[in-house]
């Protein structure tokens, strides 16, 4: 899915082997790669205010996520 907040610069992967990916748009680079965000496989991902989004896992757990772009993080806000 293409992030909301840059014009479509970056794009996300969620994947069933519980990564979160930040892709450059335009090189295909990835730019921050979060491996084990969940305790199983990811299933949806929802983009929320600047820089921030859910995911949804197998587990039937919701996270709630922080993407500091310069630091090159992602950070879980809260767990639903």
Known sequence: SFTPWDEGQHYMVISADKSIKLVNSET?????????????????????????F???????????????IEGKTISEVKTL
Do not use: P, Y
Request: aromatic share 10%; glycine share 4%; net charge negative.
């Open 28 to 52: 295909g680079d990835v730019v921050i790669d979060h491996q084990n965000a969940h305790k199983m496989g990811l299933t949806e991902l929802s983009f929320s205010s600047d820089w921030e």
């Open 54 to 68: 859910f995911t949804s896992s197998s587990d039937r757990s919701i996270k709630h996520w922080k993407i500091d």
